[in-house]
C-alpha cells in the first residue's frame, strides 16, 4: 500500500488526475480501507447496501472494482491518491432507493455522487472541486444523462470533514449543479438539498473514463 504519511507535494508544479476506481482497488483501499485487523468502517458501503456485513464489505467493493463503471473515482497529486468520490447509478444505491428522506426528481437513473473522502496531508488544497468535476466526466462518459449529490446547505460557514463527506451546496453549484428539491435529511445540523446538473452526450472519453 501507499505511503502513511504522504502529502501535498512541496513545489509549484503538482499534477493533479482524476482516474476512475476499475483496476483501482489498492488505491480505493489506502483511502478508504479499514487498516486496523477486526476494525469496523464503513468501506463505502453504507449507501450500496448496509446490509452486507463488515467481513465482506472488501470482497464486495474489491468485485465492483474490477469491471466497469465501477464504484466511483479517485484523485491523484503526482501519481500519490489523495481521495475518493463514490458515484454511480442511483439505482445502485440501495439506501437512496428506499430513502425516506431523498426525493426523486423524476423517473430517470439519475448518477449519484454521494461521499467525498480526501485523506490527511492534503487537505484545503481544492480536491474536492477536481473529484466532482472527475465524478461527473466519468458518469458522462459512461452514458448519464444526469448527475445529482445531496450536500449539506452549509452557507458560508465551513463544515466538519465527517458531516462533510456528503459535500457542500456551494461545492455542487460551482460545478454546475443547480438545486432541485429540498430533501428531509440533514448533516452536521445543515439541511440537504438535491443538487442536479443535465448532461450533453460525451464526444469522448472523460478523464476519469479509463
Not at 35 to 62: F, I
Not at 88 to 108: E, G, K, N, W
Request: neutral net charge; aromatic residues 10%.
Amino acid at each position: 500500500m501507499g505511503n502513511q504519511r504522504a502529502r501535498w507535494p512541496d513545489g509549484p508544479d503538482v499534477r493533479i488526475e482524476v482516474r476512475s476506481a476499475v483496476g483501482r482497488y489498492d488505491d480505493f483501499y489506502e483511502i478508504i480501507g479499514v487498516k486496523k485487523p477486526g476494525g469496523k468502517g464503513c468501506w463505502c458501503m453504507a449507501y450500496r447496501d448496509s446490509r452486507v456485513s463488515n467481513a465482506d464489505s472488501p470482497g464486495y467493493m474489491r468485485n465492483l472494482c474490477e469491471s466497469d463503471p465501477g464504484p466511483g473515482v479517485l484523485v491523484y497529486v503526482d501519481d500519490v491518491v489523495a481521495g475518493w468520490c463514490s458515484i454511480a447509478p442511483r439505482s445502485t444505491y440501495r439506501r437512496l432507493m428506499h430513502s425516506r428522506t431523498i426525493p426523486f426528481v423524476d423517473d430517470r437513473d439519475a448518477w449519484s455522487a454521494v461521499c467525498f473522502v480526501v485523506r490527511t496531508g492534503f487537505r484545503k488544497h481544492g480536491l474536492m472541486h477536481h473529484l466532482l468535476a472527475g465524478a461527473v466526466e466519468h458518469a458522462r462518459a459512461h452514458g448519464a444523462e444526469v448527475v445529482e449529490g445531496y450536500p449539506a446547505d452549509t452557507g458560508p460557514d465551513r463544515v466538519d470533514v465527517i458531516s462533510g463527506y456528503v459535500g457542500t451546496v456551494r461545492l455542487f453549484e460551482a460545478a454546475g449543479f443547480e438545486r432541485a428539491a429540498e430533501t428531509g435529511g440533514v448533516s452536521g445540523g445543515r439541511r440537504r438539498w438535491v443538487m442536479r446538473r443535465e448532461l450533453a452526450p460525451a464526444e469522448s472519453p472523460g478523464a476519469a473514463a479509463g
